[in-house]
């Protein structure tokens, strides 16, 4: 299936995964609508796309903005929110307005525009710090931020809506989403985006605890590949489930700087500082189950998505 003269609504569609969305969408020949308040996305994400979308900005949680943007759609792609773990710590309650309320909104104005599915973005941060590897969508889920019980709660209302009103959901655990795009100013995007950016200045990146911290580091054209698969796969395999959406490898802190000092021909020792609260020491995706759901397979390997975004 195509999404060719599907209307698709892009939430979040201006920040650095929503606009590779809509770019993916829009070449498919989609009738993309986005909307973004623009609180952390950027206009200039969707230069390329914006003649030939829709753009409308405002707030997720503005129902009346909703109604409008979602009428008539077919498919909503929800990857908006404050994907902040510090800033989620520092203001539990903003950011539990628009990670919260602002999903239970799109989740409302889906069902009630009867949009016919919902992708929506959950994250690795939900399993906690669970020493099991690799983790597996069944397992408990522990979130120790408040940003990962946004996420925990989005999920909870997807599957919600899926049994109590019909409307398709398809969750998507993101783990450690990196590529082109990403903001490397702020201090919390992601650690790729940062650490390239310090070391192109020559500077020497920051690293809480020994080094030996591990991720599931996610190209994003993977992760795109994985929201279009999720919206074409058959309802009666993927309503209401969650995904993990990741590379099924693990990265350390050390390795990933080994690999960008090799990539940029330098030499830059770290600053190792302490632990941080709330963060988690190993995470790494057993994607099978994205497999078996949605016959997805990482497209990019880490090496050379980490060779992309460099350049």
Do not use: W
Not at 133 to 158: C, N, T, V, W
Not at 244 to 268: K, Q, V, Y
């Amino acid at each position: 299936m195509s999404m060719h003269g599907k209307i698709c609504v892009v939430t979040g569609g201006a920040g650095f995964i929503g606009s590779h969305v809509a770019d993916a969408l829009a070449a498919e020949g989609a009738t993309v609508r986005v909307v973004d308040d623009l609180s952390t996305g950027k206009k200039e994400n969707l230069t390329e796309v914006l003649p030939h979308i829709e753009f409308f900005e405002g707030s997720i949680a503005d129902a009346a903005l909703l109604k409008k943007v979602f009428d008539g759609a077919d498919f909503v792609f929800h990857q908006a929110a404050i994907p902040s773990v510090p800033k989620s710590v520092k203001d539990p309650l903003g950011t539990h307005y628009a990670n919260v309320d602002g999903t239970l909104a799109v989740f409302l104005a889906a069902r009630d525009a009867g949009v016919s599915r919902v992708v929506y973005v959950s994250s690795s941060s939900v399993y906690g710090d669970s020493p099991t590897l690799p983790k597996q969508e069944d397992m408990p889920i522990r979130p120790l931020s408040p940003y990962a019980a946004h996420k925990a709660m989005g999920e909870f209302y997807g599957r919600l809506f899926s049994e109590l009103y019909g409307l398709e959901t398809v969750g998507l655990r993101y783990f450690n989403v990196f590529g082109p795009r990403q903001d490397p100013s702020s201090v919390y995007s992601g650690v790729i985006s940062r650490f390239t950016m310090l070391i192109k200045a020559g500077e020497a990146p920051t690293i809480f605890g020994d080094g030996e911290t591990s991720r599931d580091f996610t190209y994003i054209a993977n992760v795109v590949d994985a929201n279009l698969k999720a919206a074409k796969a058959p309802k009666e395999k993927v309503t209401g489930k969650v995904i993990n959406i990741a590379s099924g490898t693990a990265t350390s802190l050390n390795e990933l700087l080994a690999e960008l000092n090799g990539l940029l021909g330098t030499d830059i020792t770290p600053k190792y500082e302490d632990f941080r609260e709330g963060d988690i020491k190993h995470s790494l995706a057993d994607i099978s189950r994205a497999k078996d759901l949605l016959g997805f397979s990482p497209v990019v390997s880490f090496t050379e998505g980490l060779e992309k975004t460099v350049s």
